[in-house]
C-alpha cells in the first residue's frame, strides 16, 4: 500500500502564548525582510498586533490546550481564514497563506535583532552582517546590505552558524575593496 502523502504543517509566523483563559495571543511577530519570500509573517499584512488572540482556523475553534498547531496541519502554503479578537474584544476573521516553513523569517528577525544590537552598543558607528553559509545564499547575504553596512565606522561580520563551505579570503577582498568611481548612465 501507498504511504499517505504528507501534510505540511503551516505555520503563521508568530510568537503564541497561551492565557489562563485558554485563548491563545500573539506574543511576538518576528521582523520582516521584505526582500526575500517567506521572510514576512502571514499575519502582519492582514493588520494582526501583539495582543491578539488567534480564535479560529477555517471555521474551527482553537483548542485551549493545544493551541492553533493541531489545525493548521496541511495548511502550509494554502489559503486559510483565521478568526482574531483583539484585545478590546473586536473580532474579525482574515484570509491568509500560512508558511511551509518559518526558517527564513527567523534567520532574518535574528539578524535585524543582531544588527539593532551593534547599533545601540556603538551609537550607530558599527555596521552589522551576517553570513550564513559560503555558498550562493551565504554570499547573497553578505552583498544585501554589504554597501549600506561597510559605509560605517567599522563593521561586524558574524560568521556563527556557518552551514557550509569555508571562510574564503573573497570575504576579506570584498571588505577591503574601496569605491573610487560609480557610473551612471545619462537619462
Known amino acids: 500500500p501507498e504511504a499517505p502523502p504528507t501534510e505540511r504543517m503551516g505555520h503563521l509566523g508568530a510568537d503564541l502564548r497561551r492565557d489562563d483563559d485558554g485563548s491563545w495571543r500573539i506574543s511576538h511577530l518576528p521582523a520582516a525582510e521584505p526582500s526575500v519570500p517567506g521572510a514576512r509573517s502571514p499575519l502582519e499584512p492582514v493588520g ?22 493541531p489545525l493548521l496541519v ?15 474584544g ?11 516553513d518559518e ?17 545601540a552598543a556603538t551609537a550607530g558607528r558599527v555596521g552589522y552582517l551576517h553570513v550564513p553559509d559560503m ?7 553578505l552583498h544585501r546590505d554589504l554597501r549600506i553596512e561597510t559605509a ?8 556563527r ?3 557550509g563551505g569555508h571562510t574564503s579570503e573573497l570575504v ?16
Do not use: I
Not at 103 to 119: E, I, M, S
Not at 135 to 141: A, D
Open 90 to 100: 473586536t473580532r474579525r476573521s482574515e484570509a491568509v497563506t500560512p508558511l511551509g
Open 48 to 69: 494582526a498586533q501583539v495582543g491578539d488572540a488567534v480564535e479560529s482556523v477555517d471555521g474551527r475553534a482553537v483548542d485551549p490546550a493545544t493551541g492553533p498547531g
Open 74 to 88: 496541511g495548511a502550509a502554503r494554502k489559503v486559510v481564514e483565521v478568526g482574531l479578537r483583539t484585545e478590546d
Open 135 to 141: 555558498m550562493s545564499p551565504g554570499w547573497g547575504e
Open 152 to 159: 560605517l565606522d567599522g563593521l561586524v561580520c558574524d560568521f
Open 172 to 187: 576579506l577582498e570584498r571588505l577591503s575593496s574601496v569605491v573610487t568611481a560609480r557610473v551612471v548612465p545619462r537619462g
Open 103 to 119: 526558517r527564513p523569517l527567523r534567520y532574518h528577525a535574528w539578524v535585524a535583532a543582531n544588527r539593532a544590537a551593534v547599533r
Open 161 to 163: 552558524g556557518n552551514r
